[in-house]
């Protein structure tokens, strides 16, 4: 059904389209994603002290630290800051390789090319936006961990890193118990001193399950009891019907034209051009049987004189038709 519905869009080039679907997906997640963590460090930031306390030396002597590369934070930045020249060097140069593949007598900027060169910079510029927006944030995130750490050293008390998005994520999506809580899950039996745990089915598998059985239910009222959607025995016979009708218009069109060929009108012919496309026809539709030489594989030698029916060419137009 599916494939139906793509042979039938006319003048339009499918995968742009699923191409730029996909990245309207990755963006607003990363939008969302975005906008959830700024909202929680903008929160965090705006409760940092300005540490007045210290004094202009020892500013002065932190930011030489940052500027030469000797402090933990700059190497943190330089880091991050070659991860973000390697992606954009990586977009580049698969963003410029069709233009390499133009060949001198190529339009370069026909509407086509243009279209797709207008998408593709905004494209580009959102992309943009998004990695210098996760730059910052990765910035905002490790000023906040450097005060958290000097606040916990100064109460004298140990830093415990906050959890991840990611690993709250994975808590939530496996309901796993932590190891140091599985004895809350500890099942009584026991074999040759092995014990079981009493663990939950992660919520996204019965989640996919739940929505495996009603993926079901639509598909048995959609294609069963009211017939929505062909079944495949349908679909044969409405592909069956539209080559029929194609088939009969390109008759149509053969005998209005008076190059209607057929079983007792065909001619051999030696012209190169006529058996150059022939060669093509026969290295597209039977050279898997019949071999490029036609020697015969699963299907019969043709090299030789024995022909089941006949080996003129009516009787090769015959049997092929």
């Not at 209005?256 to 060669?279: C, H, K, P, R």
């Not at 898997?288 to 022909?307: L, Q, V």
């Amino acid at each position: 059904m599916y494939k139906n519905v793509l042979q039938n869009i006319d003048n339009v080039d499918i995968w742009p389209i699923i191409s730029l679907s996909i990245f309207l997906v990755f963006f607003l997640g990363m939008a969302l994603w975005w906008w959830r963590m700024d909202k929680d460090h903008v929160k965090k930031m705006a409760q940092m002290p300005l540490e007045d306390d210290e004094s202009l030396f020892s500013k002065k002597e932190k930011l030489n630290q940052v500027k030469t590369g000797n402090s933990p934070l700059a190497h943190s930045y330089g880091r991050r800051a070659g991860r973000l020249k390697g992606v954009l060097t990586l977009f580049f140069a698969f963003g410029s390789s069709p233009l390499f593949a133009q060949s001198f007598g190529d339009v370069l900027l026909d509407d086509y090319m243009m279209f797709y060169t207008l998408v593709s910079a905004v494209i580009f510029v959102a992309i943009l936006v998004l990695v210098l927006a996760i730059y910052l944030l990765m910035v905002m995130r490790s000023m906040l961990i450097e005060v958290e750490k000097k606040k916990a050293l100064e109460s004298d008390i140990e830093y415990v890193a906050e959890p991840s998005w990611w690993s709250k994520f994975t808590t939530q999506a496996t309901d796993a118990v932590p190891i140091e809580e599985e004895e809350t899950i500890l099942l009584d039996h026991e074999y040759d001193g092995i014990r079981e745990l009493d663990n939950h089915l992660p919520p996204w598998w019965k989640w996919l399950f739940y929505g495996s059985i009603a993926w079901g239910v639509v598909y048995i009222f959609s294609y069963h009891v009211i017939g929505a959607l062909p079944l495949q025995n349908e679909e044969y016979e409405n592909e069956v019907a539209a080559a029929e009708v194609a088939a009969a218009i390109r008759l149509t069109a053969a005998e209005e034209s008076g190059t209607l060929i057929d079983e007792n009108s065909v001619e051999f012919t030696s012209d190169a051009a006529a058996l150059a496309d022939g060669e093509k026809v026969y290295q597209t539709n039977c050279s898997a049987c019949h071999k490029a030489d036609g020697g015969g594989s699963i299907g019969p030698n043709m090299t030789d004189e024995y022909w089941l029916h006949g080996g003129g060419i009516k009787n090769i137009f015959t049997t092929i038709k």
